[in-house]
């Protein structure tokens, strides 16, 4: 498999470090609020890599951090009032539901900040030990940037650029040698939470929890985040964990875009963002992933109704390829009208360029384009009068479902059975329509009532003003079904 490493700016070859098995850390939320599109773009991006990387033979130990300690959750808890602890639990319990609904697989471990205390503390006085870091009066203690040489070599950033930003947000008041320098742990302030420290009452500062959460996993395998990790966050986790343990931190760094309003960065404080529960509100959890997963993982999305409405036909034609494959399987005759050669044989490439995406750096956006064409290819079948009974289509169907495991297994989606997606899409879509359910239920009831009854005259009137509102009834041997416009 090739996989972009941001560390080297290529694709590179992904083999692991430690025969058979990968080490896979991502940076995981700071629990203080419900998540937002962007959150659940990281996931669901990861989510592929760890199943995919399991699809190729690997055994993946991914560990997922919270940070359940940070000015946020502090912040909250003092504005309602209510215990810093309490917060941080709250905010990582709406994670896993929401994480769960979009089908995001659980980590192997999910190691929290307050766990590690010691061990946070332990980093901290190796790197003094080692002349890296230096407590202040104050009781803070910070990582001495320039004593680490390779600083900024992963955001690929010089000293003197990094300085022209620091400069800005350092403040005077602070007891640091250089305006680089960041802290690895804080002296907490009056009615703070804080643990006994050797620089007195404090708590971590963000970047040495991952430090401290991985350590036992080093050299990692993939070390991950969102794209806006890079710097300073991933760049610090580097610095403390190589200048600390003297042996590198990850092999492979892997980055996601963004996800974008009106090509703007989504985030609160442009107060442009959307969560996760406010789209499944309205959307199937199915129709979000897919969505999130048909642009390549590194480049941005852009977040839009339109998208999300064009990402549900998606899975509408590819749902309902299934239902008719499922269907026509159910044949009891078939012939033996044979496929022309060079069917055949585009039917096995298409399998093998799904599989061949993936191993492109995780390309989900062609992985999906590749489904598509084998939707594409056994519509044709079932459109072809010689074809779509012959036993070679069978095989061809049989295949199709088969491969349609994988697909599941693999990208997560297309997990419901044909019938459950669209009645379920039917109900979401009415919701969507603010339509009169109870309006329309009493109405259809009626049209019931009056096609046993034979009179098509009212039936069809009835049909009528249910198309006016939007809703197109149909009439089949099981008896009448409907459908939104
Ligand atoms: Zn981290």
Known sequence: MLLYNTATRKKEEFIPLRENTVHMYVCGITAYDLCHIGHARSA?????????????????????????????????????????????ETYIQAFHTDMDLLNVLRADYEPRATDFIPQIQDICKTLIAKNHAYPTKAGDVYFRVRSHPAYGSLAQRSLDEMMAGASERVKLTEAKEDPLDFALWKASKQGE??????????????????????????????????????????????????????????????????????????????GNFKTIRDILENYLPETLRFFLLSKHYRSPVDFSFEALDEAEKSERRIYQAILDVKDVLKTQKWK?????????????????????????????????????????????????????KSTASQAIYTQFL??????????????????????????????????????????????????????????????????DMGVIVKDSPLGQDWDLA
């Open 44 to 88: 669901v991006v990861f989510d592929v890599l760890v199943r995919h990387l399991r699809h190729l033979g690997y055994t993946v130990h991914f560990i997922r951090n919270f940070t359940d300690i940070d000015d946020k959750i502090i912040n909250r808890a003092n504005n309602e009032n209510r215990d810093w602890q309490e917060v941080g």
């Open 193 to 270: 939470p804080g643990w006994e420290s050797p620089w007195g009452l404090g708590r971590p500062g963000w970047h040495i929890e991952c430090s401290a959460m991985s350590s036992e996993w080093l050299p990692l395998d993939i070390h991950g985040g969102g794209q806006d990790l890079i710097f300073p966050h991933h760049e610090n986790e580097k610095a403390q964990s190589e200048a600390a343990f003297d042996k590198i931190l990850a092999r492979f760094w892997v980055h996601n875009g963004f996800v974008q309003i009106n090509s703007e960065k989504m985030s609160k404080s442009l």
């Open 336 to 388: 033996n009208t044979p496929i022309p050669a060079e069917l055949l044989n585009e039917w096995q490439v298409l399998q093998d360029k799904f599989n061949q995406s993936l191993d492109d750096d995780l390309n989900t956006a062609q992985a999906l384009g590749e489904i598509f064409s084998q939707v594409r290819f056994v519509n044709k079948l079932l459109e072809d009068k010689a074809l779509k």
């Open 402 to 467: 088969e491969r349609l495991e994988l697909w599941q297994k693999e990208l997560g989606i297309l997990h419901l059975e044909p019938k459950n997606f669209f009645e379920t899409l039917r109900t979401i879509k009415l919701k969507r329509s603010q339509l009169d359910i109870a309006q329309i239920t009493e109405l259809l009831n009626k049209r019931a009532q009056a096609r046993s009854a034979k009179d098509y005259a009212t039936s069809d009137a009835i049909r009528a003003q249910l198309e």
